[in-house]
Structures are given as structure tokens and as C-alpha cells.
């Protein structure tokens, strides 16, 4: 069964500081997709990134990148000088095929709380 | 139209009420999802809809009945509902397998 641990529960950081975020997956397809998301305490929740299984390429978007090794089945997530903003949960899935249709294995979270 | 709408925002409801939750999504996707989030826990995946016929439930109890009237839309329906059922459901749609799912706000639900 496809599997993602999220190890780090709960991270504090002051304001500026980098802060990664891990994921470690299990999964015996080939063809698979990861996603970061992140859910402020409003709730909702708001698609980070997603990342196919062939394309190991990292990836920046402003203050944030991602660290995809395939060979440690990791998809690490970095903030980069960390506004209070980006305290939230972040969750870490993985695409599982299910028939003709397919679900989320979403890791546990990690809560994420930037001090001014 | 880029979003997801779930109403209503909250819902408390007793034991034996009947409810719906509805949800809605103008992106032309064809997958929509429901989950259930209890605090401190990552969102737990209830049902799929795919092409608007039910493709996955995740052995989700009778008390609660999904509904895709088409492809925009997504009820799900609420009858004798147990305290412990009280979370926040999320409604959620895809265009495609491993494609990024959207999800809407959420409904906060109280079962008293």
C-alpha cells in the first residue's frame, strides 16, 4: 500500500529563517504523482505543486522549492525566508491508481508556525 | 472560474435530522471527491465520482449518501448522523487522474 510520512509534527521558526519541510513515500507503481498543500487555520485547503514521477527536476516558485530524489523516495518542500503567512499545515500525497479513478494518500502534516 | 464553492459554511445538526451538503465547480472537471477532516488529522477521502458515476467509496457508512447530478455538481446527503461524525468536509475536483485536485472551503459540521 502507498505510504508518505511526514516525520517533522510541528516546526517553530522566527521570521526570515529557511525551513524545510520532509516527506518520505512508499509505493511499488512507476507512474506516480506527489503534491504539496498547504491549510491555513481558515481551513482550506490550497495546491502547492505537483510533481510527476519522471520528472525529477526540482522546482522554485518565488520563496519556495522543491527537492524531488526519487533515489530517497523524498519530496522535500523549503520556505525561504519565512513570513508569518506561511504558518499553516502542510501536507505531503501521493496519487494512489484505484480502478479508473484514483486517490490521495495525504502524510499526517506538518504544522508550521513562523514568530514574528 | 477557478474555484471550488461548498455550502453552507457550517451546519449543526441533531441525530435525527436529515441535511445536505452541496458542492460546485465550473473548471470542467470531471473527478469531484468528498473527505472528511477531523482536527489535527489529515483529510480522509469518503467517496469518487468520476464521469459522474461513483467510482471509489471508502467503506463510508449508509448514514452518509453521495449524489452527482452532473458534472458540476456534488451533494452529499446527511440522515441519523452520531456525534463522532461531526469534522470539517471537504469537497474537492480534478480534471484528470494526476492532475492537482481543488479544493472548495470546506463545511464545518456539528453533529449535537
Known amino acids: ?116 | 472560474d477557478t474555484e471550488v464553492t461548498q455550502t453552507p459554511k457550517h451546519l449543526v445538526m441533531g441525530m435525527t435530522n436529515k441535511k445536505s451538503l452541496k458542492c460546485e465547480q465550473h473548471m470542467g472537471h470531471r473527478a469531484m471527491y468528498w473527505y472528511k477532516q477531523k482536527a489535527k488529522k489529515p483529510p480522509e477521502l469518503m467517496f469518487v465520482y468520476s464521469y459522474e458515476k461513483l467510482s471509489i467509496n471508502e467503506s463510508v457508512p449508509s448514514r452518509f449518501s453521495p449524489e452527482c447530478p452532473n458534472s458540476s455538481l456534488l451533494n452529499l446527503h446527511l440522515h441519523a448522523l452520531q456525534p463522532e461524525d461531526s469534522a470539517l468536509y471537504l469537497c474537492a475536483s480534478s480534471l484528470r487522474r494526476g492532475n492537482e485536485q481543488f479544493f472548495g472551503p470546506g463545511t464545518r459540521l456539528t453533529v449535537l
Open chain 1, 1 to 116: 500500500a502507498q505510504k508518505v510520512t511526514q516525520a517533522q509534527t510541528e516546526i517553530s521558526v522566527v521570521e526570515k529563517e529557511d525551513v524545510t519541510l520532509d516527506c518520505v513515500y512508499e509505493t511499488r507503481d512507476t507512474t506516480y504523482y506527489l503534491f504539496w498543500y498547504k491549510q491555513p487555520p481558515s481551513g482550506e485547503l490550497v495546491f502547492l505543486i505537483r510533481r510527476n514521477s519522471f520528472d525529477e527536476q526540482n522546482e522554485i516558485s518565488g520563496r519556495y522549492s522543491w527537492n524531488f530524489q526519487k533515489s530517497t523516495s523524498s519530496f522535500n518542500f523549503t520556505i525561504t525566508a519565512s513570513q508569518v503567512v506561511d504558518s499553516a499545515v502542510y501536507f505531503c500525497a501521493l496519487s494512489e491508481a484505484f480502478g479508473g479513478s484514483e486517490k490521495l494518500v495525504f502524510g499526517k502534516g506538518t504544522k508550521l508556525t513562523v514568530n514574528p
